[in-house]
């Protein structure tokens, strides 16, 4: 594993440098015996640089040598087959997230012509939700049924698709990014030896090689990588709530016919031993933010906690739900279930409403897909501005009661 | 009670921007600061050792200086930090970083406890906590908001999505914490004088007994194809006129768009 600069092949162009996330290389004067043309040569600071190889693409003079030696592992990659989708159940309800992979997972798996496949943990009867899954295009669905498997808990579901997949296979395996899908990829990716990307926001098959193209924004959203797995399978990733739109119904009619593999395991004590007590409800959540088609937020702009009333009047009147920066979560005026948000949660409503919010890149990570983008902040020059699809530079106090009043009158 | 908690050196991303002629990340002056959620678990860490006894060693993995992240934490109070740093670590994924952390508390031995921030700001995986566990084999518990420890068990209240889950849990396990968990401590003035004085013991792979495949880029399962720069986006419409004019044109434009 070593990077180094030809010294003969650098022309001193600097794009490399440009091209550094971590600011690792440099220019310096080239020295009077080296070789090549040029006054300044490129130098990498090695206790910088991270090897990610991002300068190695960037130089147009293949300049520079990234060498990775391979040793290690070496599985045969042909025994792996299908792409599989998490299919994450709460209360025994299937999550939305898992009908957008199956979308997305679809195409991947027309991509790669193999198969596509749910996996389902749980405890019967989830007949009806089983069916919902083969609507939506999944070919096959595997099926881990046990007492244990009802409330999601880290040790048995690792367990459980830890042998679903020594037995079955999958060569990709895509998991929604909740608060579920990060806890058990991260701890089944080790387990199994899988390569995982988290929080993938774009994916698609290299036409080549086959493999899987994970693209994830990193540094708070402020630059994309694309990351790949070569040699390890599964090839797994997480994918935020409301990153890919799930389909329509591909067949309404199809059912179980023959393509449910269930499937019982068997754990050890050491797979049991964290324990669900209670489950605490926030009174506050009214509508869930995930699923909610409209979303009000309020900023900082709010001053003070009472005045997320404004906030929730006009969310109440579009039926929608409340959100807020987390400046105002760190501050204490509203719970953290409401968080947009890098640290939050990734939202993509039909409408979102952004007062008195600045739009730090941290939130915009959270809310800039949404479909429409209002703003209503005093500063013209807040970041905001700079997603939102319809603005209103002024006071919030003014702007958010007039809105909502109208919108009653409107409604009456 | 022996309490291992695993820092982060990141850039301050919320002090990073985007130079918007060439649409790269402006990185002079961009300050490097110890993981923000792992100063909550430092925070975590020395509240359990002020009413339980015992304590708290900091760990890191980064290039030599990293250790000023270290450094920051004894100021903050922790007893003992240690700098994992070797050219073989570098283009760690979080395969490789979960490993080399784990193979660390492992040399180390005795301990309760291991506390992680639920994820790091540049990276945003949330990957590396639940790896320690795996690769040492004991329970983890994600997300912690709130945090009792009775006797060998862990009670644990995690922030979920729309509800908190409290959990029970034996010890020793890896428990990642939120932000909202607590607000962590400043500096104290002779924790200051402590670190400046500490010597930072370093770890290399030789020390750990790492297995060379599963560390630095060579034992990390994935790698970068690419970096880029998310495409820029223009700005809206900013709508004009008197208050009234303004919410009637929003709510026009609202209803052509199908939304109410």
Same mark, same amino acid.
């Given at each position: 594993?070593?990077?180094?600069?030809?010294?003969?092949?650098?022309?001193?162009?600097?794009?490399?440098?440009? +091209?550094?996330?971590?600011?690792?290389?440099?220019?310096?004067?080239?020295?009077?015996?080296?070789?090549?043309?040029?006054?300044?040569?490129?130098?990498?600071?090695?206790?910088?640089?991270?090897?990610?190889?991002?300068?190695?693409?960037?130089?147009?003079?293949?300049?520079?040598?990234?060498?990775?030696?391979?040793?290690?592992?070496?599985?045969?990659?042909?025994?792996?087959?299908?792409?599989?989708?998490?299919?994450?159940?709460?209360?025994?309800?299937?999550?939305?997230?898992?009908?957008?992979?199956?979308?997305?997972?679809?195409?991947?798996?027309?991509?790669?012509?193999?198969?596509?496949?749910?996996?389902?943990?749980?405890?019967?009867?989830?007949?009806?939700?089983?069916?919902?899954?083969?609507?939506?295009?999944?070919?096959?669905?595997?099926?881990?049924?046990?007492?244990?498997?009802?409330?999601?808990?880290?040790?048995?579901?690792?367990?459980?698709?830890?042998?679903?997949?020594?037995?079955?296979?999958?060569?990709?395996?895509?998991?929604?990014?909740?608060?579920?899908?990060?806890?058990?990829?991260?701890?089944?990716?080790?387990?199994?030896? +899988?390569?995982?990307?988290?929080?993938?926001?774009?994916?698609?098959?290299?036409?080549?090689?086959?493999?899987?193209?994970?693209?994830?924004?990193?540094?708070?959203?402020?630059?994309?990588?694309?990351?790949?797995?070569?040699?390890?399978?599964?090839?797994?990733?997480?994918?935020?709530?409301?990153?890919?739109?799930?389909?329509?119904?591909?067949?309404?009619?199809?059912?179980?016919?023959?393509?449910?593999?269930?499937?019982?395991?068997?754990?050890?004590?050491?797979?049991?031993?964290?324990?669900?007590?209670?489950?605490?409800?926030?009174?506050?959540?009214?509508?869930?933010?995930?699923?909610?088609?409209?979303?009000?937020?309020?900023?900082?702009?709010?001053?003070?906690?009472?005045?997320?009333?404004?906030?929730?009047?006009?969310? +109440?009147?579009?039926?929608?739900?409340?959100?807020?920066?987390?400046?105002?979560?760190?501050?204490?005026?509203?719970?953290?279930?409401?968080?947009?948000?890098?640290?939050?949660?990734?939202?993509?409503?039909?409408?979102?409403?952004?007062?008195?919010?600045?739009?730090?890149?941290?939130?915009?990570?959270?809310?800039?897909?949404?479909?429409?983008?209002?703003?209503?902040?005093?500063?013209?020059?807040?970041?905001?501005?700079?997603?939102?699809?319809?603005?209103?530079?002024?006071?919030?106090?003014?702007?958010?009661?007039?809105?909502?009043?109208?919108?009653?009158?409107?409604?009456? | 009670?022996?309490?291992?908690? !695993?820092?982060?050196?990141?850039?301050?991303?919320?002090?990073?921007?985007?130079?918007?002629?060439?649409?790269?990340?402006?990185?002079?002056?961009?300050?490097?600061?110890?993981?923000?959620?792992?100063?909550?678990?430092?925070?975590?860490?020395?509240?359990?050792?002020?009413?339980?006894?015992?304590?708290?060693?900091?760990?890191?993995?980064?290039?030599?200086?990293?250790?000023?992240?270290?450094?920051?934490?004894?100021?903050?109070?922790?007893?003992?930090?240690?700098?994992?740093?070797?050219?073989?670590?570098?283009?760690?994924?979080?395969?490789?970083?979960?490993?080399?952390?784990?193979?660390?508390?492992?040399?180390?031995?005795?301990?309760?406890?291991?506390? !992680?921030?639920?994820?790091?700001?540049?990276?945003?995986?949330?990957?590396?906590?639940?790896?320690?566990?795996?690769?040492?084999?004991?329970?983890?518990?994600?997300?912690?908001?709130?945090?009792?420890?009775?006797?060998?068990?862990?009670?644990?209240?995690?922030?979920?999505?729309?509800?908190?889950?409290?959990?029970? !849990?034996?010890?020793?396990?890896?428990?990642?914490?939120?932000?909202?968990?607590?607000?962590?401590?400043?500096?104290?003035?002779?924790?200051?004088?402590?670190?400046?004085?500490?010597?930072?013991?370093?770890?290399?792979?030789?020390?750990?007994?790492?297995?060379?495949?599963?560390?630095?880029?060579?034992?990390?399962?994935?790698?970068?194809?690419?970096?880029?720069?998310?495409?820029?986006?223009?700005?809206?419409?900013?709508?004009?006129?008197?208050?009234?004019?303004?919410?009637?044109?929003?709510?026009?434009?609202?209803?052509?768009?199908?939304?109410?």
């Amino acid at each position: 594993m070593s990077i180094k600069i030809l010294l003969d092949k650098c022309t001193g162009c600097t794009l490399c440098v440009k +091209a550094c996330p971590f600011g690792a290389i440099s220019m310096v004067d080239r020295p009077k015996d080296a070789p090549g043309k040029g006054k300044k040569v490129a130098v990498i600071d090695l206790n910088t640089c991270t090897l990610c190889g991002a300068c190695v693409p960037a130089c147009k003079f293949e300049a520079i040598e990234l060498k990775k030696e391979l040793g290690g592992v070496d599985l045969d990659l042909s025994h792996y087959h299908g792409v599989w989708v998490f299919a994450e159940q709460r209360e025994g309800k299937i999550q939305p997230v898992a009908y957008e992979l199956l979308t997305e997972g679809k195409k991947l798996a027309s991509d790669l012509k193999t198969e596509l496949a749910a996996v389902l943990c749980g405890d019967e009867p989830l007949e009806e939700e089983i069916d919902h899954l083969f609507a939506y295009g999944a070919d096959k669905v595997y099926f881990a049924v046990h007492p244990e498997l009802k409330h999601y808990h880290t040790g048995p579901y690792t367990c459980a698709l830890t042998e679903l997949i020594a037995k079955y296979k999958p060569e990709v395996f895509l998991l929604g990014a909740t608060t579920i899908g990060r806890d058990l990829a991260a701890r089944l990716a080790i387990r199994v030896g +899988a390569g995982l990307t988290a929080d993938c926001t774009g994916l698609a098959i290299d036409p080549e090689k086959k493999i899987l193209l994970q693209t994830r924004p990193a540094f708070g959203g402020n630059i994309m990588a694309t990351i790949q797995t070569l040699r390890h399978r599964p090839q797994m990733a997480t994918v935020r709530p409301k990153v890919f739109r799930k389909a329509k119904v591909q067949n309404p009619k199809s059912k179980n016919d023959g393509n449910l593999i269930k499937f019982r395991p068997v754990f050890s004590e050491e797979d049991l031993l964290v324990r669900i007590l209670e489950i605490v409800k926030d009174e506050t959540v009214k509508v869930n933010l995930a699923d909610a088609e409209i979303i009000v937020s309020g900023g900082r702009g709010l001053g003070e906690a009472k005045n997320f009333k404004l906030i929730e009047e006009l969310a +109440a009147v579009l039926g929608g739900a409340v959100g807020a920066s987390r400046a105002t979560v760190d501050a204490g005026w509203i719970s953290a279930h409401h968080q947009v948000g890098q640290t939050g949660k990734t939202v993509c409503p039909k409408l979102y409403i952004a007062c008195g919010i600045s739009g730090k890149i941290q939130h915009l990570a959270g809310m800039q897909s949404s479909e429409t983008i209002v703003a209503i902040n005093k500063d013209p020059d807040a970041p905001i501005f700079k997603v939102a699809h319809y603005g209103i530079v002024g006071d919030l106090f003014e702007y958010v009661p007039l809105l909502t009043k109208k919108l009653k009158e409107l409604k009456a | 009670m022996d309490i291992i908690v !695993c820092i982060k050196q990141v850039p301050d991303t919320t002090e990073v921007k985007i130079n918007p002629e060439t649409n790269t990340l402006v990185r002079e002056g961009v300050p490097s600061i110890i993981n923000p959620f792992d100063e909550n678990a430092i925070e975590a860490a020395l509240q359990l050792r002020e009413k339980h006894g015992g304590k708290v060693t900091v760990i890191t993995m980064g290039p030599p200086q990293a250790a000023e992240a270290l450094r920051m934490a004894i100021a903050m109070g922790a007893d003992d930090a240690i700098l994992i740093s070797d050219r073989a670590f570098a283009g760690s994924d979080t395969w490789a970083t979960s490993y080399t952390l784990a193979q660390t508390i492992k040399k180390l031995g005795k301990f309760d406890l291991i506390l !992680c921030g639920k994820q790091a700001i540049d990276g945003d995986t949330a990957q590396v906590g639940p790896g320690i566990a795996e690769w040492l084999g004991i329970p983890q518990v994600t997300f912690a908001v709130k945090l009792e420890i009775n006797g060998q068990k862990a009670r644990v209240e995690r922030l979920l999505e729309e509800v908190n889950e409290l959990v029970e !849990c034996p010890l020793p396990a890896v428990i990642t914490v939120v932000k909202q968990m607590n607000e962590p401590r400043l500096p104290s003035l002779k924790g200051l004088m402590r670190a400046k004085k500490m010597e930072i013991k370093t770890f290399t792979a030789a020390d750990i007994e790492a297995d060379t495949k599963n560390i630095g880029l060579n034992g990390s399962p994935t790698s970068v194809v690419k970096i880029f720069s998310p495409p820029p986006r223009g700005g809206g419409e900013i709508l004009t006129g008197e208050a009234e004019e303004i919410v009637n044109k929003l709510i026009e434009k609202l209803k052509e768009r199908k939304i109410i």
